[in-house]
């Protein structure tokens, strides 16, 4: 299991970032995919979950209503769309997967939002 997140930056309070992660090594279409962050100093939060098929999602409370997590299986990829981001989204967002027996992490992609 391979994951690969891109499309982190510094952005300006406001502003808007894509995260993708690029997932090989399993059958993609079949497992819930999750995205996380994680700030210096602060525990690793769940900022937005999709079921396999992309019907159903899950948000953390502080980024309900600005943030978007979808997926293409075709291309076995999970996106995380953020708009309006402000200065406390600033973290390292990491891309995960599980399976009964193992929990899978990519190796992060750092957000900075700052003017």
């Known amino acids: 299991v391979q994951l690969v997140e891109s499309g982190g930056g510094l952005v300006q309070p406001g502003g808007s970032l894509r995260l993708s992660c690029a997932a090989s090594?399993?059958?993609?279409?079949?497992?819930?995919m999750r995205w996380y962050r994680q700030a210096p100093g602060k525990e690793r939060e769940l900022v937005a979950r999709?079921?396999?098929?992309?019907?159903?999602?899950i948000y953390g409370d502080s980024v309900k209503g600005r943030f978007t997590i979808s997926r293409d299986n075709a291309k076995n990829t999970v996106y995380l769309q953020m708009d309006s981001l402000k200065p406390e989204d600033t973290a390292v967002y990491y891309c995960?997967?599980?399976?009964?027996?193992?929990?899978?992490w990519g190796q992060g992609t750092q957000v900075t939002v700052s003017s």
């Open positions: 995960n997967t599980n399976n009964p027996f193992k929990n899978y």
């Open positions: 090594g399993f059958t993609f279409s079949s497992y819930v």
């Open positions: 999709i079921s396999s098929a992309g019907g159903s999602t």
